[in-house]
């Protein structure tokens, strides 16, 4: 029989997952490894919802991996997956670096980078909430030394 984990989030609910879908995490793989006997992992800064969100492409990556009835629809899958308001996706973001999760973070990322192809930083810096803490003087050096990007 396999054995479950059991995890508690920063909003109190308590999760219950097969720990073989888990193993994907590095952080939870370790802290599984490390102490065969525990009970439950604590993820202070993980909300319920997004953990279930990052088990949901655990779970189905393992299938996929495994060859199962996913593998000829994964395009598909992760167009669908990445299909999440904004709030949630940078939460998954943090919880899957948090976790050590490197598929789904090497996804989020992919997404992160498609959406800012062809955009300046005025547009990037609006989008992400990024403060524009350069001087007039910082940005005209920038552009001086960079003028192949400003052509």
């Known amino acids: 029989m396999e054995s479950n984990i059991t ?11 097969p720990r073989d879908t888990l193993r994907l995490s590095l952080y939870l793989n370790r802290k599984m490894t490390t102490s065969q006997n525990i009970q439950e992992i604590h993820l ?4 319920s919802q997004t953990m279930r969100k990052v088990y949901k492409f655990c779970e189905d990556k393992s299938r996929i ?3 199962g009835e996913m593998s000829d629809k994964i395009d598909t899958y992760f167009v669908q997956f990445l299909d999440m ?3 949630l996706f ?3 973001v943090a919880a899957a670096s948090f976790l050590e999760i490197e598929p ?11 959406d800012m192809k062809g955009h300046d930083a005025k547009h990037l810096r609006s989008k992400y ?4 803490d ?10 001086q030394k960079r003028q192949w990007m400003y052509k």
């Open 85 to 87: 308001k904004e709030d």
């Open 129 to 132: 909430h990024i403060e524009n």
């Open 134 to 143: 350069l001087t007039t003087d910082q940005v005209k050096e920038i552009k």
């Open 44 to 47: 202070e800064d993980i909300h």
């Open 104 to 114: 789904l973070l090497d996804l989020l990322c992919q997404r992160i980078a498609v």
């Open 90 to 92: 940078f939460s998954v």
């Open 7 to 17: 995890l508690r989030t920063s909003d109190d609910k308590i999760l219950t997952y």
């Open 65 to 67: 991996d495994r060859g």
